[in-house]
């Protein structure tokens, strides 16, 4: 009998893309924080942070999108949904929760999968 367990279905409604760019996030006691992106979609980021933060801890964040020449700088609140301790920091999984409009537009464009190429 194989004890395996079935792989799991993505629960993400939106795509995610890698995006490794310097982030700075300020906590709910105007502590600021310097981290690293590592990957985004329109209903959230995941980070690397120098600490632990708790789930349901709000952050004001700032980072540039390159997606045009010079960056987009994205301003955001998002709430933690997790904070885990690997190499390099914390892997700390946010969720937009006040986000402009064009901005979340802007990443989701930037997230979407190219086309594949035909030959």
Same mark, same amino acid.
């Given at each position: 009998?194989?004890?395996?367990?079935?792989?799991?279905?993505?629960?993400?409604?939106?795509?995610?893309?890698?995006?490794?760019?310097?982030?700075?996030?300020?906590?709910? &006691?105007?502590? =600021?924080?310097? %981290?690293?992106?590592?990957?985004?979609? /329109?209903?959230?980021?995941?980070? +690397? *942070?120098?600490?632990?933060?708790?789930?349901?801890?709000?952050?004001?964040?700032?980072?540039? &999108?390159?997606? =045009?020449?010079? %960056?987009?700088?994205?301003?955001?609140? /998002?709430?933690?949904?997790?904070? +885990? *301790?690997?190499?390099?920091?914390?892997?700390?999984?946010?969720?937009?929760?006040?986000?402009?409009?064009?901005? =979340?537009?802007?990443?989701?464009?930037?997230?979407?999968? /190219?086309?594949?190429?035909?030959?």
């Amino acid at each position: 009998m194989d004890n395996a367990s079935p792989p799991k279905p993505e629960l993400r409604r939106e795509f995610r893309r890698q995006l490794q760019v310097p982030l700075a996030a300020v906590d709910e &006691l105007g502590q =600021r924080l310097d %981290g690293r992106t590592a990957d985004i979609s /329109a209903s959230g980021l995941g980070c +690397m *942070l120098p600490t632990q933060m708790f789930t349901g801890a709000v952050l004001m964040v700032s980072f540039s &999108l390159p997606t =045009r020449p010079g %960056g987009q700088v994205v301003h955001a609140r /998002a709430r933690v949904m997790h904070s +885990m *301790l690997q190499p390099g920091g914390f892997r700390t999984g946010l969720l937009w929760t006040e986000i402009a409009e064009e901005a =979340r537009d802007t990443i989701r464009s930037f997230a979407r999968p /190219a086309p594949p190429l035909r030959l």
